[in-house]
């Protein structure tokens, strides 16, 4: 049943880099010091990020199956299984994920003065959960990660999050349970459907009858559709990031946005090829709605960190655009763009935490002159506002061109409507950028505010080396994921193929 | 066609990259800042100026950097169009290097460190364009080039300086996130690569003439730094900048960084026969002879010296394509050699116009009257370079001119020249009063704003008036010795 699964490496690395900041948090149960709990978060976060860089360096570019398997029986009369693998696709995130891990850490080091051990608590927790979802091939497994994200990102918004943090956790955790339930029906579903398995290999490889196509693909759109966030769906999401610390932002947009869309991809695309090409224009209508409602939403906003959360609903509906094109050249785009927005976007929410520590506030009107206050600061700023409006050079112009591109493929006018969304990102980060960063210094506080420390400094400087290497030289980036994203393309055709014919 | 591989194009860049970056570690000691300055443009220059010999001998020089994207890779590529580009804006630096510091000393400017870091990371720009063998590695120095010259364009951070410096951004950055995103997306959409090439990239492709057309336009809208009307408008409004900028970046770097890439897309992404085929060409250089009769109008009607030298540029950089664009091989001879003639008299001009507000703190024509007795180098350089913007024999304006008219006559389009004669005459009608009036008229002192009552204090100012001597000799000495950039032109020509 399943094809030539191997692990390269000869040890259960996906488990290791899973479970270890799990452990990570087991340890901080009995440690008192708040220091010495940030420098073991510290530790077990880098620890992480240094396993997850053997699995991309080991990872066999030239073949689309499932990698560094590991596969045990767990509930043998349920038929559920611990199923662990990654392909070209979730690999990219598993990295994502660890990398911005410990940056979380560093962004929460003097941030966070209160429940310090329990918040490091809740971060390891929902590492483990988040890098379980990209690993996770069992349903059932995959559900249980899924889940576990909820309780501590919960806590992360609701305990630690500004004034009106109740409220937003509270919208956060209704979205998303709605959107479990959806998943679960259709999990359900599937598991009958699918001749009594949660096995998410086995049920890619079934062809489902058209009802269940179009019925369990819509459940499924509409959990991840919640997640990504898409339009309609998306109004959690500014509350959700202007509550939430700057950990709490720079998960949510670096990794938990990713899972809507990784989702999107792995199950409703791979499993129901027809239904897929079935809802495709609706869902690249919704995308480029998304793309230019959320930019002018952008425009509006006198929040920064709101007009980021805004940007990322617009900067999410070009991934969808593209992998809802369905040709190679829009999914590559997307899941290229998928890591660019993690990296990026997590880069600007931690630059709006740095510098919210020595101002406190986050109003666009009390900023003015950073550039001759923080000079160091405000090159990093610059870099990533640059990076986030896709200049060419950095690593969201390959994104944004590889969908555009694509978009172009599948229909000239939905992707000139698209760029009207790029045009908007380029004013509205602009002109975010000008009013904070130029002019006279605005206040007292911005004359007193300090430049970035050694530790905000790696941090901002791994983020912009990604910048600049994906921007320049992304070919590495995209040979990963190439094979995968082929096959999952031959599967859509040969399995329309056999729609075709029954219809 | 031979190709050598070399880091040579990459040494190119990195020096000035290098410059910037020493300013900046030596903004103490403000003597060793400049001198870097200095030195870097002299050495970016040899560097260039060495690859000169392989590329008149008709070979190219390679050099790949990074693989970016499916056949789009980061690289490098000298030809003898990128040559011109990148021999002016290096040779030119090293002029503008001293002129910047006597200006900005004398001018006693804020923030000199950020100007002259700026300054070189243009020069780096300008030469990765220049040497760019695709559109993905072009448009990267293109918009690195739009950047880094924002913080010289709102350098005096006055209002207005704030206003012309969003007008500038929003200009360019607009029209590249829009029309050239959408040009290159549907390019690579077409042909799954975006290299130069002699015959065209989009020669022989199934695309329908629409969809061709439509990206053609696309490319000029999208490349607005080659200022057609009416995308033209940030020009003028960055002459709020210091005179330096204005002088080497909008009438050399940042605006031949346009119209070289406008030609790039003209010759080696569509091709001359592809161009011909779409009816292209004519469509264009009706346009851009709209532009060249309007701006000089505007010219006309400004009295504030730099922004009739800005409309005077608009005018003059429609010439560099309407050479193209009329396909014929001379008039695409003159509008190569223009982009070299055009930048070494218009940087003279701006010299000029920079010299005058340090010694006199004069911006408007109407108070330059009997100037020309204190200021007499500038002047007389003021004159020379007017000859050639004119086009008066044997400066060097008259060069490209001449290939022009018999390139509008071979392309048998009377129109065309009576384009090219008539903006000549409204050349000399904004060019020839200023030097009349400086040399021949009383100085009339109720006009002189701010230099009033000190009269007699007005002199050249040794730093300024050197650089600017010396670029007004090599605009006649170019017309009379014109065989290098004639020779990289026949290059581009004959492929």
């Known amino acids: ?503 | 066609m031979e190709t050598i591989e070399s880091i040579r194009p990459l040494l190119a860049l990195f020096l000035p990259l290098t410059a910037a970056f020493l300013i900046l570690f030596f903004q103490k000691t403000p003597n060793l800042r400049d001198a870097t300055s200095f030195l870097a443009a002299i050495l970016t220059f040899l560097i260039v100026i060495s690859m000169a010999p392989v590329i008149l001998s008709g070979r190219t020089i390679e050099y790949t950097l990074f693989n970016t994207l499916p056949g789009v890779p980061f690289k490098f590529r000298v030809d003898a169009l990128g040559m011109v580009f990148a021999t002016i804006a290096s040779f030119l630096w090293i002029f503008a290097s001293v002129y910047s510091v006597g200006y900005m000393r004398s001018a006693k400017e804020h923030a000199q460190t950020r100007f002259f870091a700026s300054f070189s990371v243009s020069i780096f720009a300008a030469v990765g364009g220049a040497f760019a063998a695709n559109l993905f590695t072009l448009i990267v120095f293109y918009e690195v080039l739009s950047l880094v010259t924002y913080p010289l364009v709102y350098h005096k951070e006055t209002e207005e300086s704030w206003q012309g410096s969003k007008k500038y951004v929003v200009y360019l950055v607009g029209t590249s996130k829009t029309f050239l995103l959408a040009a290159i997306a549907l390019t690579y959409y077409i042909t799954g690569n975006l290299d130069f090439s002699d015959q065209g990239l989009l020669a022989n492709t199934s695309a329908s003439p629409l969809l061709l057309t439509v990206v053609y336009i696309c490319f000029m809208v999208g490349f607005s730094k080659a200022a057609i009307m009416p995308f033209h408008a940030w020009l003028p409004a960055a002459m709020v900048a210091p005179t330096p900028v204005s002088a080497l970046l909008h009438a050399v770097a940042v605006v031949k960084m346009g119209v070289f890439s406008v030609l790039r897309v003209i010759f080696h992404v569509f091709g001359t026969k592809l161009m011909a085929e779409l009816n292209l060409g004519m469509a264009t250089a009706y346009v851009v002879s709209f532009t060249i009769i309007m701006a000089s109008v505007y010219a006309l009607t400004q009295d504030n010296l730099k922004r009739r030298l800005a409309y005077s540029t608009v005018s003059q950089l429609s010439y560099v394509i309407l050479g193209a664009v009329l396909l014929t091989p001379s008039s695409m001879i003159g509008g190569i050699v223009h982009i070299a003639n055009h930048a070494f008299s218009k940087i003279t001009l701006f010299f000029c116009a920079g010299s005058i507000y340090c010694a006199a703190h004069k911006t408007e024509v109407s108070q330059l009257s009997g100037i020309g007795r204190k200021l007499p180098w500038t002047m007389t350089a003021f004159f020379l370079a007017s000859l050639s913007m004119i086009g008066v024999p044997p400066a060097a304006g008259f060069i490209s001119k001449w290939y022009l008219v018999i390139g509008s006559v071979e392309a048998k389009e009377i129109p065309i020249l009576i384009v090219l004669l008539t903006s000549t005459i409204l050349n000399a009608a904004y060019f020839l009063p200023i030097t009349y009036k400086a040399f021949f008229e009383e100085p009339n002192d109720h006009h002189s704003g701010g230099g009033h009552g000190h009269e007699g204090d007005i002199k050249e100012i040794p730093m300024v008036a050197i650089p600017l001597v010396l670029t007004a000799i090599i605009s006649i000495l170019i017309g009379i010795y014109p065989n290098y950039f004639l020779s990289l032109a026949k290059e581009i020509v004959i492929r």
């Open chain 1, 1 to 503: 049943m399943i094809e030539a699964v191997h692990n390269s490496l000869g040890i259960p690395i996906l488990s290791i880099v899973t479970f270890l900041p799990l452990a990570g948090a087991a340890v901080l149960l009995f440690v008192r010091n708040a220091g010495l709990v940030r420098w073991i978060a510290l530790a077990v976060t880098v620890a992480d990020f240094l396993v997850s860089i053997p699995i991309l360096l080991n990872f066999d570019r030239t073949t689309y199956h499932m990698q560094f398997v590991e596969h045990y029986q767990w509930i043998p009369s349920w038929n559920i299984t611990y199923f662990m693998g990654v392909d070209g696709i979730s690999v990219l995130f598993v990295f994502l994920a660890a990398l911005l891990g410990w940056i979380c850490v560093v962004a929460s080091w003097k941030a966070i003065e209160q429940k310090v051990k329990e918040f490091m608590i809740s971060l390891l927790v929902m590492q483990t959960a988040m890098i379980g979802v990209f690993c996770a091939l069992d349903f059932f497994l995959f559900y249980l990660f899924w889940e576990a994200m909820l309780i501590p990102m919960y806590l992360i918004i609701g305990v630690w999050g500004g004034k009106n943090r109740i409220y937003a956790a509270f919208k956060f955790f209704l979205y998303t349970l709605a959107g479990s339930i959806f998943m679960l029906i259709g999990i359900i579903v599937l598991y009958f459907a699918g001749g009594e398995t949660f096995d998410i290999i086995a049920l890619m490889q079934q062809k489902f009858s058209l009802p269940v196509q179009l019925w369990v693909f819509l459940a499924f759109f509409i959990a991840f559709a919640i997640k990504v966030p898409m339009f309609p769906f998306h109004t959690w999401l500014p509350d959700a990031h202007v509550e939430a610390p700057t950990a709490g932002s720079i998960i949510l947009a670096g990794v938990l946005l990713k899972m809507g869309t990784y989702g999107l991809l792995r199950f409703p695309m791979a499993m129901f090829p027809y239904a897929t090409s079935y809802y495709a224009v609706p869902i690249v209508v919704l995308s480029v709605i998304a793309i230019i409602y959320g930019g002018f939403l952008a425009l509006a906003q006198t929040d920064i960190k709101k007009l980021i959360a805004y940007s990322s609903i617009s900067h999410m509906g070009f991934v969808t655009l593209g992998l809802f094109v369905l040709n190679a050249t829009g999914i590559e785009g997307g899941i290229l763009q998928m890591l660019n927005h993690g990296i990026t976007t997590g880069a600007l929410f931690l630059c709006i935490g740095v510098i919210y520590e020595r101002t406190h506030t986050r109003e666009l009107a009390a900023y003015g002159g950073l550039a001759k206050a923080v000079p160091i600061y405000t090159t990093f700023l610059a870099i990533f506002v640059l990076s986030s409006l896709a200049i060419p050079g950095t690593n969201s112009f390959i994104g944004e061109l590889l969908i555009i591109t694509g978009a172009f493929g599948f229909n000239k006018v939905f992707a000139g409507l698209s760029i009207i969304g790029a045009m908007l990102g380029a004013v509205y980060l602009l002109g975010m950028y000008k009013k904070i960063a130029l002019g006279e210094v605005s206040s007292h506080h911005i004359r007193e505010a300090w430049d970035v420390d050694g530790r905000e400094i790696a941090a901002m400087a791994v983020l912009a080396l990604f910048v600049f290497w994906i921007g320049l030289n992304s070919a590495p980036f995209l040979d990963i994921m190439h094979v995968s994203v082929n096959h999952l393309i031959e599967q859509m055709n040969t399995v329309h193929g056999y729609y075709a014919t029954i219809k």
